[in-house]
């Protein structure tokens, strides 16, 4: 919820209390420089005890409510036939109305399993935006990632507020040209990831929807990023200002013919699941369930992380918690802004992402512009962000780099974790280190992984500029962490 103060100025406002508390560690400046390079310039490796505020992702980190905890109590761990699956599966109707669900512990397995289903060689899977675990299932599998934005969706600083959106006609056309035979399926991410948790429009889904039924193509989605995109369908397309959340989850739903989630994300729990109402893909995708997660009850999760769902999905119908993300993205986005750091607009879900092809214009983009202000900002405050750009591709056949279209950072904020005065910290040390960006050098890989490099590669600096900030930043705050 956002309030106006008495001074006019509107403030995000926590609309639950803190009944648990973990404590927190801010390593020394010149410890934490010495961290960032033992990590291998890389924030995935960095320990999450030398980690002051964890903002590289919200997967599996938002903090769970009471009645979540309280569900986790009353399990059933029965392999088979187990109250714990019938109670999350009821949950997932009243919620999706798809009556066919298929457990599996996390988002790509999900991707996994319906990757390895309806992929071939030789075939295409048109998107509106790729995620890193999701392309490179697709194409295992044989078949070529497509992505169809809208052009405009890649602008990083624009007024529009849908810019997930599918273009329309690119689809039309490419179906056509290469023939309907040769679409796996087309997919849909709700709150585009990699290009800052961007939405799509209600109706840019009714569109891609319309095309798929007519041409007799399966239509997949994304919903891990949903609960963000609810919000702003509601509160940025017209049409759905009335509606509930509850009703635009259902519209969502009816004109998809299979949708999958990660609960890291989209439940504020560990799990996931592929929901259909088509027993033929239910049957078709099954078998693979039990496979390479576990019985068709169960799919490789916990059943008390299961009750936790089961709760978690019903909280995300309710408003006041759906909001939660979001207004306090927009409160660090419109911070930024009125400090002139580049960041991309409008405000999405997921977190803020910083322009780091604007921050670090005086770097080459193949010293990984991204992945240097990633580890600056750690140094700078102890703050872990995640690349997302240049370092999250990979390199194409021929070994050459493959340059994003955005080089981001990205500022995960986690639902229900950090308070506004950490947050307006964070905000501090991101406008420090812009005043002194020209400090920040490159890096380069010494270790470079084949595929998903950016999990576990390893870099170095290209010069000493790691030292050259630790010392500019005991020139301005002395002995402060």
Known sequence: MTIRLTTDEFLPLEMHKVRIVQKLNLPPVEERRKNMEEAGYNTFLLQNRDVFLDMLT???????????????????????????????KASLVDVFHKDLYLPAHQGRACENIIAST???????????????????????????????IDERGIEVTSDLPFKGNMDIE?????????GADKIAFVRMEAGTNLIGGQP????????????????????????????????????REKKYKNASIREITAEISSLCDIIYFSARK?????????????????????????????????????????????VGLQETMDEQFVEQGPVFIQYMVDEFVKRGIPVVTPA????????????????PREQYRSGSLAAALYIAGGIRGMERGTMSEDRDEEGNEV?????????????????????????????????NRKLIGGLRFVEEPSTLRFFF?????????????????REDFGDSL
């Open 403 to 435: 340059l994003s279209n955005m080089e981001l950072l990205r500022l995960a904020v986690p639902r229900r974790v950090y308070t506004l005065s950490q947050l307006k910290y964070a905000i501090d040390r991101v406008c420090w280190l812009y005043e």
């Open 170 to 178: 690119k689809l039309n056309d490419f179906i056509e040209e290469k």
């Open 200 to 235: 799509f429009s209600l109706q840019n889904l009714h569109d891609v929807a319309d095309i798929c039924q007519k041409k007799g193509i399966k239509l997949v989605l994304d919903a891990s990023l949903l609960q963000d995109n609810l919000h702003f369908i509601k509160t």
């Open 58 to 88: 919200d997967s599996g980190v938002n903090a769970m409510s009471d009645k979540q905890q309280a569900a986790m109590f009353i399990a059933d761990d029965a392999y088979a036939g187990s109250e714990t699956f019938n109670r999350l």
């Open 348 to 363: 999405g879900g997921l977190g803020v992402h910083i322009d780091a092809m604007q921050f670090l214009d005086h770097l």
């Open 457 to 473: 590669g390893r870099l170095e600096a290209t010069s000493d500029w790691p030292d050259q900030l630790v010392k500019k930043f």
């Open 266 to 310: 989209l439940g504020f729990a560990k799990g996931g699941g592929i929901l259909t109402n088509s027993r033929k893909m239910f049957n078709e995708m099954r078998e693979l369930v039990t496979l390479y997660e576990g019985f068709l009850t169960y799919g490789g999760m916990s059943v008390r992380e299961m009750e936790a769902i089961a």
């Open 118 to 148: 309806y992929c071939k060689p030789g075939q295409f899977t048109p998107m509106n935006y790729h995620f890193t675990t999701t392309k490179a299932h697709i194409e295992l599998n044989g078949s070529k990632v497509v992505e169809l």
